[in-house]
């Protein structure tokens, strides 16, 4: 593309909606935000009258059929994901769309056919990789800073469970919770899962296993070359979000710590404390959403391939499903036996 | 007052006029930037089309003299700052100007006469303040986390030192650099300095010498309630923007440490190392400008207090110039010393 | 017991041994190091000239038939524990044993037979329960601190793995190095392992899976009362002896760190860096020794029960065992499935 | 020397003679302790038969007229050290004195000459030089890892101040407690001081102040090559002892920070936090001892320089008494004012 700016359009005004249009709009020079859509129309106008942007539509499909869209950012509920990347694929739009694609890989691969048929770009909403912490682990180990990657750990930790009429409709913890670590585990290894184990329990609330999930898990997942992982997910972690990685590889370690809202340590005649780390995620990670969006704006301005395909969202579903029937069937469970197509 | 948005003019478009352009274009809602002044127009116009503003004038004085605003926000060079504080004040419009209002105590003094008069609010741009680090700790002590404040360390070293044509006009450490401590220890202690003892070097760079100017310094301040400080400068802290403070009280100890780009610690074969602290004072202190902004418009749409007044500019100016006097006499000078009105 | 002071004969003079006898001789008061026994006489007479103990023996029998003596520490090689206690025990002396007791269950089983009938009490080696590590996150658990338990990580890693010779003998890494591990998860947990699932691979060195053995692990251990467990081994981490422990429970998290030669942090133009963790594990592990020594003794001459039992003793050597079924068979193991008596 | 092994005789079996005691007699296979002596007969015999050592004397001058004995380990009040090294350099002992050794510079100075004319060594109990944070500091300037010194800051803080009765007779926190810190600066900074400026206060205990002394202090030192010092004492930090120092240098900088009795941290619903520092200087500093007692019996076994010889212990007198007289008259003091000579 020779184009100086990437005219970006909405799709949803949702929580996470409004983080990226915000960012589109104020703090991404290259790109600007052109049209808004929401079914909640009110919602769609109040947000678009507060930045400035005069389209502003209840029907997605007239974003996705304004020529002077370059890109659509797909910030619906997840059961629209797949079906929404389809018809802006056939519109010839580029495509960002949140996590997960969908929850079978039936639906994701009809998506990604889609995708592919039409020759865009398709970026899925894993913002972790974007984090500060995780990127420089990463960056460690590309460098080869560790040397080769041995053993991994992955702590993510929320601070509460979510309502128990969400977690009925989620898809259970390893599609709804997990799949950021399961994407965080391919990210850092670099590699692909070949095993999962998933010892899975109800620790936190026992109205989460009435409703046939998890809330406290371990995850092991085994790598085609050889790296070990764990998961470890708990619903619950009464001092906040806690969200660290720490590898072992052959010429070293790096480990991250959580982020605080400050760096201040306070000693009395009691303890040397200091506050909790941060506890909502859009306060822990809205640095990364505002640089995977860049990224996706580079990606399609520059031609380049974007740093989170449909292939990466597709594989964390696959690991989520084996999660779950591992968990099921209490046995490790290989990716090549729950491959549906 | 009783409007909803602050109309707010910007008075120079310099490196940090554009931060406070930009926080109150985009991320202060009670604010809408409405006029940008420069005497370099050019550059005026070319940042009012990038944030949408439309009003843009060479002449200050033309922002001033609009009555549909209320607030201008003042980062011309220092030696314009009280010129233009007494300007804004008989044009009857709030005040933010950057820190130092002026180098001596008259030229202070009567801009913050012209403030009185006009029965304007004035705030300093002390952002250190409104850092998350340090507000904590003014926090701890004001809650009684850490009892009556005994001693107080202010370490403030900058990466390296700045150009020495700049040190040549900078009115020298004491006043240049030191300002921002002298502010923060007043703001930490809660309480008046009434004596100063400056112990410099010149340790970095010979050429600074020669400029007639110190680049490392201990400054000892002793307050009115009996609390002992020490400021610790120097230009050049090889390892990053080096910016602490530790308090001892009566009850316990407060500590803060320096902000890292991430959190990865990295184990190797020789050491246990992280990334380097935040090296330019923009990343360091970027949400500091933001919460001081915030602050300011909050005070006059609120009818509040600004939370860092022209008293405090003054009070900062007033140690410097005791600081240097100090050091010139090798011996303890009393603030009384230095009062020139 | 109304004996003021513990005599105590010592049998195995080898690395473990001598500090064992150096504590006893020196630096618990409330024992008196009065025998010394070693296959390697010369080495016992050396040892017990150091340390003014006049009766050097090569028969440990002996020491075992000497009615002026209390109890007796073994420290020979791990094939000879078993009979040694059996020995002791019969002789009525009170036993401090180096773990493992055995290798086989029924080994087991006949040597704490004989303490029960015996009516002894027996220590059995596990002195990382001592360190104080891993003892302040103990209390937080049983203090309630950070209430129910429900996700334990044990992080254990050697500098560099042991000679080959070794490692062909050692009974495999589940029983020589994560036994310590197995017995930190139950210490940890105040509670029994239902079952056992091993992710292990060769990663560090290729002849260690020549030689038929692994070289990195993950172990998940579910605990009866739903405790989710994983230990992570490696046999190398080149940055230095890694032995940490972490919990998340209902009401909190405790982790420890590593412990390090000093506290100096070194910035400098390119990184913040400290020194290595402990490379060794006597350095590392030393005033462990020490603590359960002295908590033998005491155990003893007040007649209460020792701090570590021949059931702790024997649990770690079951999940050693169940361990590496697990990972031969690929699948989690019940605990039940590898009693053998 | 040719001997194997130094013999040591210990003159005051007080708290830290009864730590130099142990030592000798257990933890340093260099020396042996073969005499103890102490005004209080009683207290020595009870030492000596604890320890095994059998000549036991009332008479400091039985044990320095004994030819047998090598060196002499001098813990007797402060106002006896001076005495008494001359006393053991005329009798031919090499000589290990606790500091100060004596409060003013005149009977230093009659004590050295008997030293320097006797031909013996002397080393002075400055332990903290051996301590592992403060010798890794030393190491690190001294490798040129920081460059060369600017800014050091030394932070010496006790628990809680002593008794008011000691209080009155200390000499006054410059010569009791500063010494150290005195020690340390130059111990650090490898060079003399030139000038001393001390701002102190009453802040911790009015009675302190009742009974002519201080309880909070910064003193400012200027080294001879350049390097600004500040050193910051207070009679009481309630969370602890602490201990600490930080040097900037013009190519990094180090710090230590305290030593904690674990390395766990706890996280509940309110704060990150870990117990306090160690909190008496027995247990913070008993390693130094141990290692600065093994230097001694090195340097005199092997011929070398003590590490820390009557100069240093005259030199850190010299500043707790230009300390005073700045606090006294409110203004720096050189120290060529002070020499009494």
Known sequence: MTQQRLNVGLIGVGRIGKVHGEHIAYRIPRARLVAISDVNLAAAQEFGKRLGVDRVEADHL????????????????????????EEAAKAGKQIFCEKPIARTLKEIDTALDAVEQAGVK???????RFDANFARVRKAILAGEIGEPHLLHIISRDPGPPPIEYVKVSGGMFLDMTIHDFDMARFLAGDEVEEVYAAGAVRVDPAIGAAG????ALVTLKFAGGLLCVIDNSRKAVYGYDQRVEVLGSAGGATVSNNHPN???????TTVHRDLPLNF?????????????????DAVLDGTPTPVTGVDGRAAVALGIAARRSHEENRPVRLDEIEER
């Open 122 to 128: 398709l970026q899925i909403g894993f913002n972790r």
């Open 213 to 216: 999930d998890l809330d406290t």
């Open 62 to 85: 007239a974003v996705l059929n304004d020529p002077a869209i370059d890109a659509v950012v797909i910030c619906s509920p997840t059961d629209l994901h797949a079906t929404m990347i």
């Open 281 to 297: 995620f859009m306060d822990r990670y809205l640095d990364s959403f505002l640089v995977e969006m860049a990224a996706f704006v």
């Open 263 to 269: 760096t201040a340590v306070i000693s009395d005649a």
